[in-house]
């Protein structure tokens, strides 16, 4: 069952928002004004390809998502409180920017280097917020 989180809160609201279908999230990236690549969040102070200044630049939206290119199953918690096992991923979510995301399957058979990925945001336990996690882009789009 899919859950509407219009109403919710982003835990992190200066990388992400909740995409009018009220499940999938769209990033912030700042454009840069010199070379026209996006830099990813939003707020750093300079473009992560040439270096130019990003500080009057506005934030552009675009759908959250990206390239599988690697990914461990995590059975140990590297932080407290984290839950385990839990799939870490790095993941091309723009040219040039490769994030670190946690993908949202039961197991690893369901992945493979090179797949599209879909952002969608989850419920957290502790009440109206979400977070973001990927899922692959087939499934993203049946949930």
């Known amino acids: 069952m899919t859950i509407d989180l219009r109403g919710y809160t982003p835990q992190h609201p200066q990388l992400y928002r909740l995409a009018a279908d009220g499940r999938s999230l769209e ?6 004004p010199a070379c026209g690549k996006l830099s990813f969040p939003a707020m750093v102070p300079g473009c992560a390809h040439c270096g ?9 939206a675009h759908a959250g998502g990206g390239t599988l290119l690697e990914f461990v199953t995590l059975h ?17 979510i723009a040219e040039g920017v490769i994030e670190e995301g946690v993908i ?18 989850v ?10 996690r990927f899922v692959p882009a087939d499934a993203g789009a049946a949930a």
Do not use: H, K, N, W
């Open 27 to 32: 990033f912030f990236y700042a454009p840069c």
């Open 52 to 60: 130019a200044s990003l500080q009057d630049v506005q934030p552009v």
């Open 76 to 92: 140990v918690p590297l932080l407290p409180g984290m839950d385990t096992p839990r799939i870490a991923a790095d993941i091309r």
């Open 104 to 121: 949202a399957v039961p197991d690893e058979s369901a992945l493979r280097v090179g797949m599209d990925l879909q952002a969608v945001g």
């Open 123 to 132: 419920p957290l336990p502790a009440g109206e917020v979400f977070t973001c």
